[in-house]
């Protein structure tokens, strides 16, 4: 009796672990059950083709190809075409490039064996990534082969050392020195030396650019050259004169831009510099081409390249440059995380990248300021904004510009159109063939009603570009390009509250680059070098119009008709109410005091400066984001407190039903049959459709509307084509026709930088047919992106997924690409809406800026793809605008759809790292979590109970939203009014349920066995001492 | 001078096990008023539960209880256990999405070690309490009567008193 005791002792001990370990971990694991479906590929709907499929064509969006063979040589090409086109040749001195064909070369760096295709993070993939050899040797150049070897050969010993997850990767660089390196490999004649710089970002975390594990590079700061390379730099220029190379060629191989105080010191004698990003599977043959004269450069940079990067006054308040210890609370520590939230104030407003350098350059030309200070621009900047050789060379000629007056009649508004023409001057100076990149830029007017009034103006601004088509030498085109009126009006934060025209001169010019448009102008100011500009301008590409001062005309959205007016006043310290004393203690930089308003992070030596500014809290700013947390939004006022109708019989619409009508005109988002099938949803579909956006859409086995793949892809789908095919969801044409390679993964596409740098609107657009088509073939209905976060820093983490500095280049790349995708029925969210440009402190961090600069710079970009690309959904940013998480802030709905006129839903960003309460969201315009947290849900139960009119509604507009975006989508191929959809439940959550039973059922017994085991040793206990 | 001769006398009739046991209760203490520092702070009430705290009490309450008698002693273990286990249980239940948060990017050491003391200390305590729990189950906690009993009848066979 002893050992059944101990051994129903110990089993009573197992078992009630593994019950409590089970309900528990059940409970958790339903709470997240879509994750785990993904982790397990389950099942979980089944869709029952229509008996009469055959007879309709349900085909809604149709491929271009045959096989996912097929789909992937065409991304090869336009990938290989991006790099082509965007690779951006930044120096070339000596006659370095174009090499000769045939010409030898040493490829210098470990990076060259193993370059950076792409970042890191949820937008990374992997992919069989060409060698640099095979490039430059498909393009007839001949590789140092020894070297090379020996390069490969100690990749273990050299080279980058990663750490980190999948999020939060970082790198060391670990470069071999001169020394390391084979004398016999090192030393072979060739005639050209590359050298790779390669640098690594990704999601998760931000570049060094002081402090922290210095490691290898030298002074802390990730972006500049480290010890080993400068080593290896200075020793190739001792070889250069030692004849053992004609050049030395340096190939930045990163999206985040290199610190390049280097780049002309005649210490390390680089002859050229080609930007090539990090480029993708496939780049290496474009390189090759670029290097050896195969394809002329056409790509034009989308960001200022910094010669100093410490001169950048947005690294004041930036990133990893601004102290926890000193501004974090108690209560602004995120709850999700617990790691303390930052605050980030964009106090350098619109003065960001070239607005900065160029607008201090002309103030320091003009000298009509005061306190202009020192500023040699020079020194600051190695190339500016747009900036881009050829191998060839083109003048410009012919500048129109002509006015063209709005309507009020049929509401049009004023254009300008702008023609100018490009020659190939090849015919005289001996170029090739190539393409120009024209570059459109105005200046606005500064006036003493900005200097009252807050208002900042950059000297040039971007407003449109056109790339030429391929110019023979000799040959001509002029392009064309048309800007609106509205392009040149001004948000006045302060004062009118909206967008306002301004008396004054307003100059438009054709430039190379901005430099080149600063250089126009003040040219036509009759500014020479004398007065101390880099270079003279050209008056004859300059127009100038004089306006008045309107706050009327551009006061309504161009969109949808509604008045614009401030949405963003408790982001700015300036205008929010709970702003306490740093209302005063705030100021913004300006160009009326460049010098007392300019901070820099970071002194000559690379040291840092506390110059952030340290926001102080009040009971206001607590109050407010406490809201974030609370539930749900308390009103009842809606509809007179009427809830919507819930599972109406009156009609029997299935989705499909509202995709078009009979003559397949789309049916509007307004029209009332959709008022049937919301009233058709039951609460519990409702809810089905608001509580889970994890890569999906949920599917209503009522209305037949299927559960969609929506997945990660910032700069281009990542997925496998079979992602979620054992789930019975994809039914991408991969899964579908049994493609042998549906298990591959779509090209690793170059960074988004090289996109923006092609300038290329068409190629754009056929590169989102491209995306559309691996979505189309790999059962994607939504994409998580692009991501068109601005380039704040070149130290941000994710700077590969984002476009530029710029957020009209941006945005109109984007809206090109978004309108491609839209061809194969794949609907974007655009990311990270918005402020969110630093992964230091993502998660909730506070980002403080005014309405100007929000809506002329960070917002812009959204605001473009949106309107002119149609662009219908966005993903939310996990910062908080001001104190408010961007979830709860309100304008998703109230700029975002009021004003830009955007149609379909918005995801939270992982809500595994949030900042409020999702639920709350929905009243805000944010309709689903990118998360599978059942954590919040029961809120809903909350507005059920009554008495929430407000928030029902908004629920059922979410659900409208929602079902809005999938039924104009790619998800509906193959369903047809007699579709059936069966939801299923996952086996996994069969066998949970089910070994939850038998341990519980063996508890029970243990229990029993333990309890009889005890009254048996009582018994035999008393026996005995009854017989004693 | 006679209380302590009785608490003498109780402590003489204790065993390794109720030493465990006494430990067991100590650290549900400790551990309770580690949960209470940590998470009572705005920004981690969210993962503060109170179930957590309700379990927590009734280890230590019901295992203070149980070992006061030598009847019921053998149970003390068990029941403070138990009921830390429940503790333990809603602990994970209610504060789970932080290790998904934390350890997103992969499990390594040096996360571990930027744990919020919260949870690092909790868990650590957790274990502690059910590994010497466990222990305490299986050890006596009293010394056995029948010996005494046994002892005191040859003592008093032999003349003395019993």
Redesign the interface.
Known sequence: MKAVKLIS?ICV?LF??LF??L??GG??VFENEAAVNTFFNAQTQEVLPDPDAASKDSEYFKTAFNSVAEVKANGQVYAETIVAEGATLLKNQNGALPLAAGATVSLFSTSSVDPIATGTGSSGSSGNVISLKEGLETAGLSVNEELWMWYEDNLGTYGRVKS??????TWTINDATWEEVNTAAKTQQVDAAIFVLSRSGGE?IDSTIYGGDKGDFGDGNYLKLSPSETDMLKNLKKQKDAGTFDHIIVLMNSANQVQLDFIDDAEYGVDALLWVGTYGEVGAYAIGDLLAGNVSPSGRLADTFWREHWLNPVHANYATLIDTTNNAS?????????QNVRDIVYQEGIYMGYRYTETRYEDTVLKDKENVGKFVYNDVVAYPFGYGLSYSHFTYSDFKVTRNAGSAVDGTEATYTVSVKVTNAAATDGGVSGKEVVQLYVQKPYTAYDRDNGIEKASVELVGFAKTDMLDPGSSQTVTITIDERDLTTYDSYKAKTYIIEDGTYYLTAGRDAHDAVNNILAAKGKTVADGMTAEGDQDMVYEEKKSFDATTYSKSAATGAPVTNKFDDVDLKLYEGAGDNKDRLTYMTRSNWEGTVFFGLDEANNRKDTFFNVTYTDKMEEDF?EN?SPVVEGNTSHDGQYPTYGSKATTYKLIDLRAFEDGTPIPYDNEIWDDLLDQLTWEDTVQLLSCGFRKTNPVQSIVKPETIDHNGASGPVQPYNENSGAGVNRGYAVRTEDPDRSQRPVVYPCNALVASTFNLELADYYGRQWGEDCLWGGLSGLYGMGINTHRSPYGGRNFEYYSEDPVLMGQIAAETTKGMATRGVYVYLKHCFLNDQETARCGGFTWANEQTIREVYLKSFQIAIEDGGAQCVMGGLNSLGVKWTGTHGFMNTVLRDEFGMSGHVVTDSY??YNGSYVRGVYYGNDIPDGT?N?GKENFDYVKEGGHADMAWAMREAAHRVLYTVVQSNAMNGITSGTRIITLTPWWVDLVKNLQVITGVLLCVSVAGFAFSLVMTRNSLRKKGGRQ | MQVSAILKDHFKSKTLGFYFTVAVILLSLVQLIVYIAAFT????E??MHWSVILFSVLAIVSGAALSVSRFTAPWAPAAAT?ME??SF??F??YG???F???F???I?LSLIMQM?YGYLVSILLYLLIFVLG?IS??LPQTKAKTKAKAKGKAHAAAGGKA
């Open positions: 002792k001990i009630t672990f409590g370990v309900v528990v409970t958790i980190g997850g999948t999020v939060g990767t998760g108690q209560w602004n520590t995120n709850s999700s995380t617990g406490d947390w595994s790292c947290l954590t | 702070p705005v920004s981690w969210s993962y138990l286990f429940l249980l809603m994970m239940r789970y999405m932080y998904s948060q934390i997103f990017s992969g390594s919020y466990v189950m299986f």
